[in-house]
C-alpha cells in the first residue's frame, strides 16, 4: 500500500504580510473525494482529501484571491479532478495539468478553455508515472498556448537547461528549480538558472523552500536564493505555497501564514513583492 501522507496544518496563522489585490497562489494540489478521483495505481502516495471550500478558507486567511491548481503526480496522468473544479470555479483557478503525450487536440483544447495554461513535466529522475521532458509533447501544448513547467531534480537544472530553452514554448521552473540550497549561490545550478532567466521566457516559482534543504523553517538557505533570482528577474518571479505539502512525512509540517511570511524575507521590498504576488502571476496565468 502506498503511504498516506502528512496532512498539512489545519490552522493557518494570519500572516504579518498584507497581501495586494488580486494576490495568487502559484502552486496548489487539491485531492478529493477519494471516492470520486482514485489515486493512480503506480503512485508512491496518496494524501487526505484537499479540497477546493478547504483552499477557499485557507486563502481567506491569507488575504489571497487567486490560484493555480497543480494536477498532482498522485493521480498521474489523469487530470478529471483539475479540469471539473476548473469547469466549476473559472473565476478562481487556472491549471497545470500532466497529460498524455497522445492526447488528443481536441482534449487539448477543452482543457485550454478550462483554464490550462501549462503542462508539467518532471526530471527522469522524478520517475516514469509522471511525464517527463519530452520536446514533441512540449511542441504540441505549444499550439495551444500552453507553458511547460518544469520540476528538476537535485542539480540536474544544469543538465536540463539547454534542452528547456530549445523549446517553443516559456518555460517555469518550480520550487526554486529544485536547487539544493546548501550548495549556496555560486554553484553551477544557480549559474545555469540565472542564464535561463536571460532569456526572458523563463520564469521562476519562489515555492516549496522546504523541497531545496533539509533544514526546517524558515529554511535560512534558501533566503540567499530567493535574493539572487528576484534581483535578477523580478519580473518574472511568482510565489507559490505548495499546499497542502505532501510528502514531508518524517519532517515539521509548516504553517501557511508563516510560509507567505517568509516573503518578507525574500523581498523586502513591498513595491516588488506586490508585483510577485500579483501583476506576475496574473500576467502569467491570464487571471
Request: charged share 20%.
Amino acid at each position: 500500500m502506498p503511504k498516506l501522507t502528512t496532512i498539512a496544518d489545519p490552522h493557518p496563522k494570519k500572516p504579518k504580510l498584507k497581501a495586494p489585490p488580486n494576490a495568487c497562489d502559484t502552486h496548489i494540489h487539491l485531492f478529493g473525494p477519494a471516492a470520486k478521483y482514485p489515486f493512480a495505481p503506480d503512485s508512491p502516495y496518496t494524501a487526505h482529501d484537499a479540497l477546493p471550500e478547504h483552499f477557499f478558507a485557507l486563502q481567506d486567511t491569507l488575504g489571497l484571491s487567486t490560484g493555480v491548481i497543480v494536477s498532482p503526480g498522485g493521480y498521474g496522468r489523469n487530470y478529471t479532478m483539475l479540469a471539473d473544479t476548473l469547469a466549476k470555479y473559472p473565476k478562481r483557478f487556472r491549471g497545470i495539468a500532466l497529460v498524455r503525450d497522445d492526447i488528443a487536440n481536441a482534449e487539448l483544447a477543452r482543457l485550454t478553455r478550462l483554464g490550462v495554461k501549462g503542462m508539467r513535466m518532471m526530471s527522469h529522475a522524478r520517475g516514469q508515472h509522471v511525464p517527463n521532458y519530452s520536446e514533441k509533447t512540449a511542441a504540441r501544448v505549444h499550439e495551444h498556448g500552453w507553458h511547460i513547467q518544469f520540476y528538476p531534480h537535485g542539480t540536474d537544472i544544469v543538465e536540463y537547461a539547454d534542452k528547456l530553452i530549445a523549446l517553443p514554448n516559456d518555460i517555469v521552473l518550480d520550487h526554486f528549480a529544485a536547487i539544493p540550497a546548501e550548495g549556496g549561490i555560486d554553484q553551477p545550478a544557480v549559474k545555469a538558472v540565472l542564464r535561463m532567466l536571460d532569456t526572458g521566457r523563463v520564469w521562476l516559482k519562489l515555492s516549496g523552500p522546504m523541497r531545496c534543504t533539509p533544514s526546517e523553517m524558515p529554511y535560512a538557505t534558501v533566503t540567499p536564493l530567493a535574493h539572487l533570482f528576484v534581483r535578477h528577474a523580478p519580473e518574472r518571479m511568482v510565489w507559490g505555497s505548495d499546499w497542502p505539502h505532501v510528502n514531508l512525512d518524517g519532517r515539521q509540517m509548516p504553517n501557511d501564514g508563516d510560509l507567505l511570511d517568509l516573503m518578507l524575507e525574500w523581498v523586502p521590498d513591498s513595491a516588488v513583492r506586490n508585483r510577485i504576488l500579483s501583476q506576475n502571476a496574473n500576467k502569467l496565468y491570464g487571471f
